[in-house]
């Protein structure tokens, strides 16, 4: 991803591969995006959306997304330029780890508003979904 690929005046927030954007930020130029679509989220989640983000760029440098896969998963994405010599690889991906773990909780919630909110799954489907997955 190059720094402009979100972070533009585009409120669409698809990427190339159809993936949507929930929110991210940029080390470089100091931004942060929230996809307009997800508006309607609390306020709540929103501020801790920005936080995660904006925590993660000035712990590692570089670019974070929160991305939503074509089927309602959530994935964390980071990079960097190829000519940023102080972005770190591997604490990257180390605290992406720990936010996975850490907000696992409201990444799921994430994914289950995704799931009904955009791509209009039936929440009876998603609770039979997640009670046969308890077993």
């Known amino acids: 991803m190059s720094n402009d690929s979100v972070f533009t ?6 990427l190339k591969d159809g993936r ?18 997800f508006s309607k989220l609390p306020e709540s989640i929103q501020k801790e959306l920005h936080i995660i983000c904006v925590l993660f760029t000035e ?21 960097a330029d190829d000519d940023d010599i102080y972005y770190d690889e591997i604490s990257s991906g180390l605290l992406a ?10 990444l799921e919630s994430l994914s ?4 009904m909110a955009i791509l209009g799954e039936k929440p009876a489907d998603l609770l039979d979904e997640i009670e046969g997955t308890e077993d």
């Open 59 to 79: 712990e590692v440098g570089g670019l974070f997304y929160i991305v939503f896969d074509e089927d309602g998963g959530v994935s964390l994405e980071t990079n």
């Open 9 to 14: 005046n585009d409120d669409r927030g698809v």
């Open 112 to 115: 289950i508003y995704y799931r």
């Open 97 to 106: 780890g720990e936010i996975r773990r850490t907000r696992a909780e409201l």
């Open 20 to 37: 949507v954007v929930l929110c991210g930020a940029n080390a470089y130029e100091k931004k942060y995006y929230f996809n307009k679509k």
